[in-house]
């Protein structure tokens, strides 16, 4: 039983390029999550999506895209880096919005 | 939305001794409210939640209090221990409103030998 497993642990882009962070869950939880944490700001949310075929914006959004490709899988993509996006983040799961989540292991990622 | 306020952003306190940490929150429509440890360069972990039908919570040495009226809920861990140094978070959210939790901006606790 992984929990949530999230791809890749680290990364570093260049300004400009575009990339894909993958999250898989087997926990059959409905509602998927992506997070980013920067020091001193706590954890804000970018999307989510409370269940299969749905996504919504949170918080910060901009400059990222999501999809919700099965009820596994939530990926968030970055079509053009900025350095401003140099962060840590999370994919979370959870079977609805009153319950706890799940946290993957994260994923760093630098911007240069 | 919702908007979540954390205090203290540290708090170092005696080995033994107790620890609070406080949010105060804003949509009175929000009824899930956990909290959630993360040690350095690891995931944020949930510890303990409470619902808005509920009052207070115990787990052992940790316990979470709710004060709807006031819209502030409190995490209280009695006789510290080294492995509770972590930064603390909380969050509120459900509600029937936008999914996704609000977080604080977290507690770093340190425990002092």
């Known amino acids: 039983n992984a929990g949530v497993t999230q791809t890749p642990k680290f990364q570093v882009l260049k300004t400009g390029q575009s990339m894909t962070l993958q999250c898989a869950q087997d926990?059959?939880?409905?509602?998927m999550y992506w997070y980013r944490q920067d020091p001193g700001m706590g954890l804000r949310l970018i999307y989510y999506?409370?269940?299969?075929?749905?996504?919504d914006k949170g918080e910060v959004p901009n400059g990222y895209n999501v999809s919700r490709l099965n009820k596994r899988e939530f990926s968030l993509r970055l079509e053009s880096a900025a350095p401003s996006q140099t962060s840590v983040y999370f994919c979370a799961s959870s079977y609805g919005g009153d319950y706890g989540y799940t946290f993957g292991s994260g994923t760093r990622l630098t911007v240069v | 939305g919702e908007n979540v306020e954390q205090h203290p952003s540290t708090l170092s306190v005696q080995e033994g001794d107790s620890a609070v940490i406080k949010c105060t929150y804003s949509d009175s429509a929000s009824n899930y409210f956990p909290w959630y440890k993360q040690e350095l360069g690891k995931r944020p972990q949930l510890i303990i939640d409470?619902?808005?039908?509920?009052g207070e919570k115990k787990d052992q040495r940790i316990a979470v209090t709710l004060n709807k009226t006031a819209k502030h809920f409190s995490l209280h861990i009695t006789e510290t221990q080294p492995e509770d140094s972590a930064v603390y978070f909380c969050a509120a959210g459900g509600g029937g409103g936008a999914d996704g939790l609000t977080f604080g901006k977290g507690t770093h606790l340190i425990i002092q030998p």
């Open positions: 409470i619902r808005s039908n509920v």
């Open positions: 926990m059959n939880h409905n509602s």
């Open positions: 999506s409370a269940s299969e075929g749905t996504t």
